[in-house]
């Protein structure tokens, strides 16, 4: 499995980003895949997450309406597009495949990770 992030980059706050992830190794349109992030001297945290079809979606509260999860089956890349950015969104982004085709907002349904893409919102 190899999930590769990129997109990541400084945005000015109310600015917007788009991340994307490339999978290889597995069947991608298979399973759940989601968003996390991490903070400087704070744990992972679920950030969105999306079912093998795209039909279901989770959000986690802060980022609502703000971002939006969606992936290309037929290119095996998930993505994440983040508008009216903050700058509590400054974090490593990792993206991470799911143990099954079922959406889930909880870190241990998740057991390859990509090596992370950073984002910086800052003015």
């Known amino acids: 499995v190899q999930l590769v992030e990129s997109g990541g980059g400084l945005a000015q706050p109310g600015g917007s980003l788009r991340l994307s992830c490339a999978a290889s190794g597995f069947t991608f349109s298979r399973y759940a895949m989601g968003w996390f992030r991490q903070a400087p001297g704070k744990e992972r945290e679920f950030v969105a997450t999306?079912?093998?079809?795209?039909?279901?979606?989770y959000y986690t509260d802060s980022v609502k309406g703000r971002f939006t999860i969606s992936r290309d089956n037929a290119k095996n890349t998930l993505y994440l597009q983040m508008n009216s950015l903050k700058p509590e969104d400054t974090a490593l982004y990792y993206c991470?495949?799911?143990?099954?085709?079922?959406?889930?907002?909880?870190?241990?349904?998740?057991?390859?990770w990509g090596q992370g893409t950073q984002v910086t919102v800052s003015s």
């Open positions: 999306i079912r093998w079809s795209g039909a279901i979606t």
């Open positions: 991470a495949k799911g143990v099954s085709d079922s959406a889930s907002t909880r870190i241990h349904n998740y057991n390859d």
